[in-house]
């Protein structure tokens, strides 16, 4: 069982910019494909962005070229870094692990975090 713990959301400004991280146990952390997904109030879970085990990344549109994704395997520890951030980012943020190499859809994930919230104020 692997779980996965989310940290480092908050409040900030809109153009401003936050890290999220999300460090797991349980399971090789090596192995999977780590992904961030969000969830607005009132709206479905989206995806933001994942990352394989072998480093490749791929983003929504919506936070492409303003986000970036990363992995650190000595530290199990995936990161979501989000800069000129938006009133349209303000969720709840999950952090999840998949087996599936690709991981574009929230059904190919095995494990989710609880999730942090990110607030984005006008």
């Known amino acids: 069982q692997v779980e996965l713990i989310e940290s480092g959301g908050g409040l900030v400004q809109a153009g401003g910019f936050l890290i999220l991280s999300c460090t797991a146990s349980?399971?090789?952390?090596?192995?999977?494909?780590m992904g961030w997904f969000r969830q607005a109030p009132g709206k479905e879970r989206e995806f933001v962005a994942r990352?394989?085990?072998?480093?490749?990344?791929h983003y929504s549109a919506s936070v492409k070229g303003r986000f970036t994704i990363s992995r650190d395997a000595t530290k199990n520890t995936v990161y979501l870094q989000m800069n000129s951030l938006k009133p349209d980012d303000t969720a709840v943020y999950y952090c999840?692990?998949?087996?599936?190499?690709?991981?574009?859809?929230?059904?190919?994930?095995?494990?989710w975090g609880h999730g942090t919230q990110v607030t984005v104020s006008s």
């Open positions: 349980g399971g090789t952390f090596s192995t999977y494909t």
């Open positions: 990352i394989t085990y072998n480093w490749t990344p």
């Open positions: 999840a692990a998949a087996r599936d190499y690709f991981g574009l859809a929230s059904s190919d994930y095995n494990y």
